[in-house]
């Protein structure tokens, strides 16, 4: 499992550009740059949707006050639901950049997977935010499953 200290994986992300899909590569964005990246469990999920983004929507502009240069949402999802996702809760407006690991490699490359066959989710990120300083990790925050608390944007924000 990832942690701080160590160096995030590469990893190819999609999101939804003028065109349609493109492929968002994580190691060059992140190299020389500070960036905070967070994951939810699904977009529209009620924590996610309700807490998890919201927060970092409001966290933003201190985040950036303090010298982080992007903020990006990662969700085991498809780019079109990021995108829409996105829009509908004012975090593109807020410039947060939502990446969709449409396949979960990148939350299997973290060893940050889990299901929860109940509510229909398989695959799916653990909810978790970090601090990446050109490409390692120096804050690193998972919440224990169902809970959000830890990896919030007031949270992280603390830890900067």
């Known amino acids: 499992m990832i942690a701080a200290g160590?160096?995030?994986?590469?990893a190819e992300l999609l999101r939804i550009g003028a065109g349609g899909p493109e492929t968002v590569r994580l190691s060059p964005r992140l190299a020389g740059r500070k960036v905070v990246l967070f994951a939810v469990p699904g977009a529209f999920t009620p924590t996610c949707d309700s807490a998890h983004l919201p927060g970092f929507i409001r966290s933003a502009p201190a985040l950036r006050a303090r010298g982080?240069?992007?903020i990006i949402?990662?969700?085991?999802?498809d780019a079109h639901v990021m995108r829409?996702?996105?829009e509908t809760t004012g975090a593109t407006a807020a410039g947060?950049?939502?990446l969709a690991d449409a396949d979960g490699a990148f939350a299997r490359a973290l060893g940050l997977t889990y299901d929860n066959p109940a509510?229909?989710?398989?695959?799916?990120?653990?909810?978790?935010?970090m601090v990446v300083e050109d490409g390692v990790v120096t804050a690193?925050?998972?919440d224990p499953i169902g809970?959000?608390?830890?990896?919030?944007?007031?949270a992280l924000l603390e830890k900067l």
Not at 6 to 10: F, M, V
Not at 119 to 129: C, L, V
């Open 6 to 10: 160590g160096r995030l994986p590469e």
């Open 68 to 70: 982080v240069e992007e």
């Open 73 to 77: 949402c990662v969700s085991v999802n």
């Open 84 to 86: 829409y996702w996105g």
């Open 96 to 98: 947060i950049t939502l």
């Open 119 to 129: 509510a229909g989710m398989f695959g799916r990120s653990r909810r978790y935010a």
């Open 140 to 142: 690193f925050e998972l």
């Open 147 to 154: 809970q959000c608390s830890l990896s919030t944007g007031e």
